[in-house]
């Protein structure tokens, strides 16, 4: 299910399992794909109230290694 701000084209992205057994395998599968696909339009990785700890190493999906590198000098 997709949700989200759609003025400001930020979607969330909500799978729901019902099996949890399967749930690190589901999101084996469906991140990559998601990344790729977001990179893809030149979109973001991103979070309402920041990057956070999840999603840090996602980063370079939609910004450079500039860019990261001054995120990380600016925090």
């Given at each position: 299910?997709?949700h989200?701000?759609v003025?400001?084209?930020?979607?969330?992205?909500?799978?729901?399992?019902?099996?949890?057994?399967?749930?690190?395998?589901?999101?084996?599968?469906?991140?990559?794909?998601?990344?790729?696909y977001?990179?893809?339009?030149k979109?973001?990785?991103?979070?309402?109230?920041?990057?956070?700890?999840y999603?840090?190493?996602?980063?370079?999906?939609?910004?450079?290694?500039?860019?990261?590198?001054?995120?990380?000098?600016?925090?």
């Amino acid at each position: 299910m997709g949700h989200g701000h759609v003025c400001d084209s930020n979607l969330h992205l909500n799978v729901v399992i019902t099996d949890l057994s399967v749930a690190d395998r589901v999101r084996d599968i469906l991140e990559p794909f998601v990344f790729e696909y977001v990179k893809g339009v030149k979109g973001s990785i991103s979070a309402e109230h920041g990057i956070g700890l999840y999603k840090r190493d996602k980063l370079h999906y939609s910004r450079s290694e500039m860019q990261i590198k001054y995120m990380v000098r600016c925090r």
